[in-house]
């Protein structure tokens, strides 16, 4: 007789049971196998096989046989065996036949749905008078564990998939495997930092661990689950952003805040991710994406997102001759791991002959850069790019609008005498307004 069984003792153990008894032959079966039973038996022998004491099927000397109804399609009888095909959790019960040759085949229940810190208690056992079994476990991630029959561990998402018994006698093994599931969110912590920047989106990943549904996760009991956010700057007013209901049949977003940040994905399929199109400066910040259960039990992953931004003192219209200051910069101090590199303007860095000095190399992959004098061949986009390593993180640009005082004295005046034209002629000729709008777009 061939047992394998899963049961949950209590809330927070669970307990896999493999019991072994037989007489003279043992056999190991799992779910969806096909199993023979095959008996040591001279020939010119009648073999009758019977389930919980009902027969099922007969095989006689001449190769006659039949089988119930029942078990038409699953059950081959031949002589002294009998073949059944793809084991289903209703075969838990004895098998006998006439010959004294008894076994039980029985399949294994998935195991409930465990809490990180919950105790997993997995038992491989085998009862016989004739000998004694070795032992051992491969976890998820394939590595051996000794320890005999039994072994416990408190539960954390490293154990949360297939766990494989492994059962050894006279220099033969035999696997039965079985499926525990620990409820965690991904990514795993920690966590790296999410850099980004005005002219770049951002994502914020969160979502439930491979293999884990929402069934599951209310199985043990509805959770309160959501996302909640410190900016940067201080001080840290910690704000509810959004919270997952979980009372309908698919899993549905309420908005909590005003903010322009929306889910990324559809949460059905356990993806909690939030993100932006463009970010923002005021994004800035810890981002915390939690499930609170009602024992008291909280996973939650904070992400820090960084914005990358560009400051120019005195600003980005400038004249001839100033000198402007430009700091790349986040809310948070660079580890020393990130290098800042900037790029000028194509026509200022291909240009051979300058109206102003170059930055040099050294100051270049400053945090801080200072021209001295900025002339018309800086004019332009100019882009600091964040780096760890050979690896890019996310780039801020800015626009210097560069000219001489004059000009910039002439265009401001024509266009302030432009526009109070413009105002007259609408006060007190309404009529000129088709006029005026033609010749703003023939000039376009």
């Known amino acids: 007789m061939v047992l394998a069984k899963i049961t949950q003792l209590n809330n927070n153990k669970t307990t896999f049971l493999l019991t072994l008894v037989a007489e003279e032959t043992l056999i190991y079966a799992q779910a969806g196998e096909d199993v023979s039973l095959n008996l040591q038996s001279e020939s010119e022998r009648y073999f009758q096989w019977y389930f919980d004491n009902t027969q099922i099927a007969w095989y006689n000397p001449l ?84 320890g005999g029959g039994t072994l416990t561990v408190q539960a954390t998402s490293l154990h949360s998939g297939q766990w494989t018994c492994v059962v050894t006698r006279a220099g033969k093994e035999k696997n039965v495997t079985m499926k525990v599931t620990v409820i965690d969110l991904l990514p795993p912590a920690p966590i790296p930092t999410e850099y980004t920047s005005l002219s770049r989106p951002f994502t914020v990943r969160c979502s439930l661990a491979a293999n884990t549904t929402w069934a599951q996760v209310k199985s043990k009991g509805i959770p309160e689950v959501g996302w909640s956010f410190c900016p940067a700057k201080p001080p840290c007013d910690k704000s509810s952003l959004f919270r997952l209901s979980l009372e309908d049949a698919k899993p549905t977003w309420k908005t909590l805040t005003d903010r322009a940040l929306r889910p990324r994905e559809n949460p059905s399929r356990g993806d909690l991710s939030l993100g932006r199109n463009l970010a923002r400066e005021e994004d800035a910040g810890d981002y915390e994406c939690f499930m609170k259960f009602q024992d008291g039990v909280i996973l939650n992953r904070t992400v820090r997102v960084e914005v990358l931004r560009i400051i120019a003192s005195p600003g980005t219209q400038l004249t001839t001759g100033q000198q402007l200051n430009l700091t790349c910069i986040t809310d948070y101090p660079l580890p020393p791991d990130m290098q800042i590199q900037w790029f000028p303007p194509e026509v200022a860095s291909s240009s ?8 040099s190399a050294q100051d270049l992959h400053s945090p801080h850069l200072t021209l001295k004098e900025v002339g018309s061949d800086q004019n332009g986009t100019w882009r600091c790019e964040l780096r760890r390593g050979d690896t890019f993180l996310t780039s801020a640009v800015v626009v210097l609008n560069i000219g001489e005082w004059g000009v910039l004295c002439k265009i401001d005046f024509f266009k302030l005498y432009i526009m109070l034209l413009c105002h007259s002629l609408i006060k007190h000729m309404p009529g000129a307004l088709p006029w005026l709008i033609h010749i703003f777009l023939s000039n376009q």
């Open 352 to 359: 051979s002959s300058s109206s102003s000095p170059s930055p």
């Open 63 to 146: 190769g006659g046989h039949k089988t119930t109804e029942e078990w038409r399609n699953r059950l081959i009888p031949s002589h002294a065996s009998l073949l059944i095909k793809n084991l289903t959790q209703t075969d838990f019960s004895v098998f006998s036949c006439t010959v004294k040759y008894k076994q039980k085949e029985v399949v294994a229940v998935e195991p409930p749905v465990l809490l990180p810190g919950d105790q997993l208690s997995l038992t491989c056992e085998v009862k016989s008078k004739d000998y004694t079994p070795q032992f051992h476990w491969v976890d998820p991630r394939g590595q051996k564990m000794v």
